[in-house]
């Protein structure tokens, strides 16, 4: 967080030069198609946005309840909508989650219960991603939707192998405790012996206690499988709805003639597993690039700007400008150093 103000110089730099990219050649069609776009349809995209919001609320709710019982789902939805903002403005998305630790800690959670909480949301996240990633892949397979796509489907198919590679991890070091600790001692050793890393002992002792704290949170998830199954069964039907929503921002603009649920559904999936790991604040670029890739065979000249234009203005900076006010109304004035502050602390310890 330390510098998110460089990090909305990024934002803002990239998003100027993308709207220059897409307004330079059609600048007059763009803005027409965006003053005639239907009203009814842009308002069911963002209801349907608002229930991605709530499924992927109700998962989160359902963990911080086992530890705070007195949380409401109001505070749980608010704790989402404040996510999207330090997701948004931080590379990798790696500020969402200090913020909601330090929104809990406020609520008298403390500081490793709101980062076991985190751990087990992730969790649940991450499984959900990769079910709907792999629904996707056989969708496309079956029905052959995409061809080969320069460039864009070898990017979702690493995006596809990071985020498989990080679930397996994850499960991994969440349920295998004692083999972790033999593989991270091997690994260390291996690269103190070449000089690579220093402090062996005291960077051990730290992947350890971080295997632990996954392997106890594991535990947890596993003692509340009523609670982990319906999680991810909300975080998949979230992610349903975040996929399909394209296809009301077409049918607004009027250019969905060639889409359908399915295709909507791989195009959407193809481009959230893809710009997972942008090295970029809001993976701004990567995300604009892979939609108009995905979804070009479907839509075409001033309409395929105005699509994505209005898909990235919903679910990229609608919310982040709702969190940000969210976030500043709820905590008032120096808000934002007290949390790094509190973000700050606790990464220390």
């Not at 909480?117 to 995409?146: R, W």
């Not at 991890?169 to 890393?197: D, E, M, Q, Y």
Request: glycine share 8%; net charge positive; hydrophobic share 50%.
């Amino acid at each position: 967080m330390k510098h998110k103000w460089l990090n909305v110089l990024i934002i803002l730099a990239i998003t100027a030069g993308f709207l220059w990219y897409v307004l330079k050649d059609n600048f007059n069609e763009v803005i027409e198609t965006l003053f005639r776009s239907n009203i009814g349809w842009l308002c069911l995209a963002l209801l349907a946005f608002c229930i991605y919001m709530a499924f992927d609320t109700l998962s989160t709710y359902g963990i911080i309840k086992l530890y705070k019982k007195d949380v409401t789902f109001r505070f749980a939805l608010y704790l989402g909508v404040i996510n999207k903002f330090f997701c948004g403005i931080t590379p990798l998305s790696s500020g969402g989650q200090p913020m909601q630790i330090y929104e809990l800690k406020k609520k008298g959670v403390p500081l490793s219960t709101g980062a076991n909480i985190e751990v087990q949301a992730y969790m649940m996240f991450q499984i959900a991603l990769m079910f709907t990633a792999v629904l996707s892949i056989v969708l496309d397979k079956i029905f052959h939707i995409f061809q080969y796509i320069p460039v864009l489907l070898p990017m979702m198919v690493a995006g596809f192998v990071i985020n498989l590679v990080v679930l397996l991890a994850l499960l991994f070091i969440s349920f295998s405790k004692n083999f972790n600790r033999s593989v991270i001692r091997l690994i260390i050793t291996g690269l103190s012996k070449f000089g690579l890393v220093r402090n062996k002992e005291a960077r051990i002792k730290r992947w350890e206690d971080a295997c632990q704290n996954y392997y106890e949170n594991g535990q947890a998830l596993l003692r509340n499988k009523k609670v982990f199954a319906r999680g991810v069964a909300y975080q998949v039907l979230g992610l349903i709805a975040y996929y399909l929503l394209p296809i009301f921002i077409a049918l607004a603009i009027g250019c969905a003639d060639d889409l359908n649920v399915l295709n909507t559904f791989v195009a959407s999936s193809y481009v959230f597993v893809m710009g997972c790991y942008v090295p970029i604040p809001g993976a701004s670029g990567g995300m604009e690039a892979g939609f108009m890739g995905f979804f070009g065979p479907f839509v075409a000249g001033s309409e395929l700007s105005v699509f994505v234009l209005l898909w990235r203005g919903l679910t990229y900076y609608f919310p982040m400008i709702v969190g940000a006010i969210a976030f500043n109304v709820y905590n008032g004035k120096g808000a934002m150093k007290k949390a790094e502050k509190l973000a700050k602390d606790g990464n220390a310890k």
